[in-house]
């Protein structure tokens, strides 16, 4: 078996072999937790979770992805289910030698090897889709060349019919939100993260949004080096920020990313309506001096309305004043339909938690509750009330921009970091215009080559 992943046969039969891998998992996890739902069937959920937890962390990545996308996004998932999902790290093992230069040469020809000084035989770093080698061109730029997994197409299909199964499910039994929409949208995005060319646009495209910004380096994709499954980009020197903190660095080099982090993420949406849509710790490193970071992996981002992008500002002023006819404006833009007043109050309790720290003037933590659960309660909370008022139907835009939010918060909460949000934000949004972010919007993607949204 060639292991390329091409033509139909190649396919159709991965698509076979991962669904035998999964649907006994998923489903059978489902069927037990369906038997305590409707037949009064005692279960331990917990012990559940650690099952569901074991099989898909011995999975190649999507599916592992997804999972702990969802263990972010409030109610997607039981919270025994979410809690253990949310500690899946990639653990795929690494493709050999052989099949690194029969993918290289299929992607860059028979030559490829002299295209390049120095080619590590060796993986440097995994990713969800593939994984990097370290590498030198002919003038000496060190650079880093992502390759897929084979069979990864496949893969994702198998995963996604996987990933319905079990939130159509957990919808019938328990959940408050309908999460269709959520699912059409880590599908749509999952299936973008496959094509690496599309990766490589969106890479140009950060660059040029985060050109300027103090504190934030972007790779650059390296031109005739990149093919829908090879992704070749500059090499950034930089350490993992977990590993970062186990040297107990300073309060001013942990404010420091932490503002470095801020802007990454936030420059982008506010001047551009861009977000990075999977702040994951392994997507971003400490630079050498300690006061900024690398920005890493370019597959999940959205681009959003500039309409979407001034609710989002809409909200947080209808936060800050108590407004409840603003917030009924925004949630409408963002695409929640037929909303309750009683529901409208529910959903504002999770905009003031998120709003919080942007709404106070003063230097601060990102939370200032001891109690680490204090934002699962929070949601735990949103939850039974949205239960109590007849649930929603959860708008496909929200659940990138939620997840930013969350798992950015989780960052800064590892950081300690202490800083004034409230200016921070206040900067960006200062000469906000929906006018001018659609041509800067515009002119950015033209730049980059990305594909502009249907």
């Avoid at 230069?101 to 299929?106: A, E, P």
């Avoid at 000084?117 to 080698?133: T, Y």
């Avoid at 300690?416 to 929906?434: C, G, K, P, V, Y």
Wanted: charged share 25%.
């Amino acid at each position: 078996m060639s292991g390329s992943g091409d033509g139909h046969e190649s396919t159709l039969f991965g698509e076979v072999r991962r669904m035998v891998r999964t649907s006994g998992a998923v489903g059978g996890i489902a069927a037990r937790v369906a038997g305590q739902r409707f037949l009064g069937l005692r279960t331990d959920k917990a012990a559940h979770a650690e099952d569901l937890r074991q099989i898909l962390g011995g999975l190649k990545g999507p599916l592992m992805k997804v999972a702990q996308f969802l263990a972010t996004v409030p109610d997607a998932l039981p919270e025994e289910y979410a809690a253990q999902l949310a500690t899946l790290q990639s653990n795929a093992p690494p493709m050999g030698w052989p099949f690194v230069r029969r993918r290289m040469m299929s992607e860059l020809g028979p030559d490829w090897e002299r295209k390049f000084r120095a080619f590590g035989r060796e993986a440097a770093a995994a990713a969800s889709l593939g994984q990097v080698h370290r590498a030198t061109l002919p003038d000496g730029t060190e650079v880093a060349c992502k390759l897929q997994y084979p069979d990864m197409p496949s893969v994702v299909e198998a995963d996604l019919r996987q990933l319905r199964l079990a939130m159509q499910l957990y919808r019938r039994m328990d959940s408050s939100l309908d999460n269709e929409e959520v699912y059409e949208e880590l599908r749509d995005r999952l299936r973008e993260e496959l094509d690496y060319l599309r990766e490589a646009a969106q890479m140009r495209l950060y660059g040029i949004m985060l050109r300027g910004v103090p504190g934030v380096q972007v790779p650059r994709p390296i031109e005739g080096y990149c093919t829908r499954r090879l992704l070749t980009m500059t090499w950034l020197d930089g350490q993992p920020i977990l590993r970062w903190l186990e040297g107990n660095p300073p309060q001013e080099l942990r404010n420091a990313c932490a503002e470095a982090l801020f802007r990454a993420w936030y420059v982008p949406f506010y001047r551009y309506g861009v977000i990075h849509g999977d702040p994951h710790l392994g997507n971003y490193q400490v630079q050498p001096d300690q006061r900024g970071i690398n920005l890493l992996d370019f597959g999940t981002i959205r681009v959003f309305g500039p309409r979407f992008v001034a609710a989002v500002i809409q909200l947080y002023e209808a936060v800050r004043d108590g407004d409840e006819e603003k917030a009924r404006l925004a949630y409408e833009a963002w695409g929640f339909r037929n909303l309750s007043r009683e529901t409208r109050a529910v959903l504002s309790e999770w905009a003031r938690f998120l709003y919080e720290p942007l709404i106070q003037d003063r230097v601060r933590p990102i939370q200032e509750s001891d109690d680490p659960a204090y934002g699962r309660k929070v949601a735990a909370r949103v939850h039974e009330g949205l239960k109590r008022t007849g649930g929603v139907r959860v708008p496909r835009e929200f659940p990138l921009m939620d997840r930013a939010a969350i798992g950015l918060g989780s960052v800064f909460l590892r950081l300690r970091a202490q800083l004034n949000w409230h200016r921070l934000f206040a900067e960006l949004i200062a000469d906000f215009s929906e006018q001018a972010l659609a041509e800067r919007q515009a002119a950015a993607l033209r730049e980059a080559g990305v594909p502009t949204p249907g």
